[in-house]
């Protein structure tokens, strides 16, 4: 007998590896936090043993799902300012408000908060794009979660720094310090074409390529940018940052919405990785990703549920059963984005769009031990014909019963393990009453508040 | 003091009245079914004492959900057959699997399993269109749940009639037997002009008006029935249902998708009902509803879930999330359909669309005692801005704690009281294996079960 530090058994094993193998009554075994076993309930148990054993039956057993593009603390403004154009969110509501309130302690609870939110629902790996992103990445890592965590640059005085140079320093320390981390990749993000000048935009780049570390960056998500980058460069944004240089395998782009076929090739060509984000597109009356043009494209592409303030959750399911949906309706053909490609996006396509692919995204020999246990014993998720199916249209992120991340538990029965979620609420009240108080947010039972 | 039977203590209330007024820590007395008085929580305490008092403490409490179009005991089919044309999903998966498997014990069992998903979204009243309604009637109302139900007419040989005629004989021994019952309003469900003939249509139509009875009926669900209406009719289907006298002021329309600004005026002119499906109509690629333009007309516009066969899932917090968003990105708007307008779809224009808006749909005086208690202490509704805002786009269906319909709880802290969740469950497996034997379902390890 060889011994694991962890197995799981029985249940539905939904791998999502390159053959869709789907394994009922099956085993994984975990060591050093990778797995090292994979098949048949009775061939693993009569080949390993292990302290902790954790039984599966009536869950299907999947890869942690990926979220490929979040700003974890704006958890504190969720639900603050909807329905308002997309111009009027930004500027009269949310860039005010962080201006106001964005401390490295509000980043630490409300990165913590997010994070209950995506264990709870299955998330394991997340990439963020926020400010101080040394407090996320210390609370990232507390929390036994992997993240791939983009210090954001900007060209105006943002909450952690004045000025883009001192953003670019604060980058540097960042890498420094986490570069070697088992769980975090630091990475940099500047925020977008539109509010980085040409000269920031390559500074961002060429620190991270410096570093090699990934790029993070918000791509042709509304039709303003389009307008901006045709009115000022005369090209898209793809091709505006194909132009400067920054298009490259070390690339994760959130949005790319206003994408055309040029775009999608240029994309395909420089190996980026696509993020959508369905959820907050739909809310935010962004437009409509090409999906199924990009994935015929072959293009690298995972899924993202935003901000909470653009969403308003940080449900990766919700946006599984939204990304199926919207590309359905969108193309008229209820067979466009059908239920396993959704789940593919949220697992191993999303893997490859972060360009992690070898490490997370499928249950498979050697590959990082990040997986979920979802349980399948609800009215809502009975009967079931097919899992995929089941899977995006039917379960709940609530339905995710255990999480375990690089080899460790964080989530057993639906009690976390790594985080204090009472605390983390009483936080989050405690940001409300001062958010509310510096915006003259109206009174709950004023009838105004409510318009 | 006056006595009640139910008191609900404490908790935000969202009456859904039309000065939408909000309440915190308010209080509701509930008496023979009927809400008799709603108030201050000291109010409410100072006047009234009851056997049963409920603390919802940290809960928004709201009027019971509406759900305006189901086909209930189609939950069996849950997940049977997805990511198909809606032809093929049609002729070659829900009809033939129709035939061969939907007895009564079929549709008593199906009902219950949808119920039990129902309540436990909060959903306390359902318009349903399927065969053997008696057999629903019966179990809607052991359940203790809300249901305005309807025999399905339709031109073929279905489950429960060989004939029209054998179906419309059934419609009249069921209205005679349910007629007045205080939970079941017996209705006539014409399925739709492209499965039914002129005059069974208007045969169906004449026996609900005889009666007194709703008639419930899809309407411009999908292109193609605009096609087949504009070459057999040269009308629209709405102008075709306008010429045979079929509008009126008992007509609930389910999908009304493809609805130009004549025939959302002639829907407005004969006051019918109309309700949006947006799972249902985004998975079957049916189209977008101009709810917008509907709403800016005036019309009585209610939200629902279709059948599980469809969509997948009966969860109304679901679809309003999804109507919202729907109609912001259909519309390039993010000012669209805002979240207390989903919510209203949900609620109280719900009840018009059904024309039940003197029984239910808001938190008032002398309206039956429908409520729902929802749960906002967990971190995906934490922090609260905006009450509309987290009920539309935080707050899950899982959230929903504990239901009262007509003034008795039928589930407590998540408990079911009227239903036994277990068996039903069950019994949906056995369900499942027959209808897997029967259609030769590739086993669930098998690759092709999930292409």
Sequence with gaps: MDSADLLIIGGTLVTMDANSRVLEDGAIAISEGSIVAIGARSHIESQYHALKTIDATGSLVLPGLINGHAH??????????????????????????????????????????????????????????????????????????????????????????????????????????????????????????????EANLQAACALARRNGVPILIHIAEAPFETAHSRSRHGLSPVAYLQRIGLLGPDVVG???????????????????????????????????????????????????????????????????????????????????????QALEMATIRGAHALHMEKEIGSLEDGKRADLILVDTTGPHATPMYNVYSQLVYALKGSDVKTVVIDGKLVMENRRLLTLNEKEIIQKAHQYQKKVVALHSVPAMSSPERFL
Aim: a negative charge.
């Design 72 to 197: 974890a603390a704006m958890s504190l403004f969720r639900g603050f300012a909807d329905d308002h154009t997309l111009d009027d969110w930004l500027q009269k509501y949310i860039f005010p408000a962080e201006a106001q309130n964005v401390t490295e302690d509000f980043v630490e609870w409300g990165t913590r908060l997010s994070i209950v939110e995506m264990i709870r629902g299955g998330i394991t790996t997340y990439a963020d794009m926020y400010y101080f992103e040394d407090a996320v990445a210390r609370v990232t890592k507390e929390a036994g979660m992997r993240g791939i965590l983009g210090e954001t640059i900007v060209d105006f005085p943002a909450p952690d720094h004045r000025t883009p140079a001192a953003a670019l320093e604060y980058a540097q320390r960042f890498i420094n310090k986490w570069r070697d981390d088992p769980l975090i990749t630091p990475a940099v993000a500047p925020h977008s074409i539109y509010t980085l000048s």
């Design 254 to 340: 959130a949005h790319c919405v206003w994408v055309d076929s040029a775009d999608i090739a240029a994309l395909g060509h420089f190996d980026v990785g696509s993020v959508h984000n369905p959820s907050s597109n739909m809310k935010l009356a962004a437009g409509v990703m090409p999906v199924v043009d990009m994935l015929a494209a072959g293009n690298r592409l995972g899924l993202a549920t935003d901000g909470a303030a653009s969403n308003n959750s940080q449900d990766l399911f919700d946006e599984m059963d939204l990304a199926a949906k919207l590309q359905k309706v969108a193309r008229m053909d209820p067979r466009a984005l059908p239920a396993k």
